[in-house]
Each structure stands twice: as C-alpha cells, then as structure tokens.
C-alpha cells in the first residue's frame, strides 16, 4: 500500500513540475527564465513591435506642419497623423505604448530637433 502511494505521489510531482517548466524558455539576452504561454496566436507583427509606431494607409486625423522653429509635438497614443516637414509628407500612427518622448528624427531623419510627447489615449484611460 505504502509502495502505490509512494509511486502515485511521485506521478504527480512529475506531472506537476513538467507542466511548469514547459512554459518557460531561457533568454540569452536577458539571462533569465520568462515564462511564455504557448497556445495563443503567432509571433508578433513588426507593427506591434514598433517602438515608435508605423507607418499607415489609413486616414490621417489630423496634419502636423512641421516647420523652423518647432522644438516639440503632442500626440495622443494610437493616433493617426500626416506629418509635412521639408517637402516630405508621411502618415504616422503612434502605437508607443511604454514609449512616452522620443526624437521625431527616429521617424523621420529631417526632423532633428524635434521631440515627440505621447499623451495616453483617453480611450484607454479607463474612466
């Protein structure tokens, strides 16, 4: 009796700890164990992994003349801009989400001098 409760413990110890470590996965860049769900949807898209967004074929929202003397911007997160600086026209949408200020020469590289704040969508705001 005691050698099948033995055994069955031992089952579901194995069990247990097999299921857990599947879940996780060594990063070498980072040096750690990150656990990862592996059932859901595919790799991430290059616009999910945009830091600063990307560009858009939809509609813009609104335009930004960016000319001499304009220091900075604002933006609001998800927001679909043309941006006109130079003769160079782009519609950007900013998906930034973790990234609140950055330069807009990380967008565009005539836009030195320029720094971009990304406010938080109101949509998301959740109020």
Not at 7 to 35: I, N, Q, R
Not at 61 to 79: D, W
Not at 91 to 117: C, H, K, Q, R
Request: glycine share 10%; hydrophobic share 35%.
């Amino acid at each position: 009796m005691k050698t099948k409760f033995a055994c069955l413990a031992l089952f579901f110890a194995l069990s247990a700890s097999g299921s857990t470590t599947a879940l996780a996965h060594e990063d070498p860049a980072e040096g750690s164990t990150h656990w990862v769900s592996h059932t859901g949807p595919g790799q991430p898209t290059a616009n999910q992994l945009a830091p600063y967004g990307y560009v858009s074929a939809g509609p813009e929202e609104r335009t930004l003349q960016i000319g001499p003397g304009v220091k900075y911007v604002n933006v609001t997160r998800l927001e679909t801009i043309r941006i006109n600086i130079g003769g160079t026209s782009m519609v950007w949408t900013f998906d930034t989400l973790g990234t609140p200020v950055f330069s807009l020469s990380e967008i565009m590289p005539n836009a030195s001098g320029v720094t971009v704040y990304v406010n938080e969508s109101p949509l998301y705001s959740g109020s």
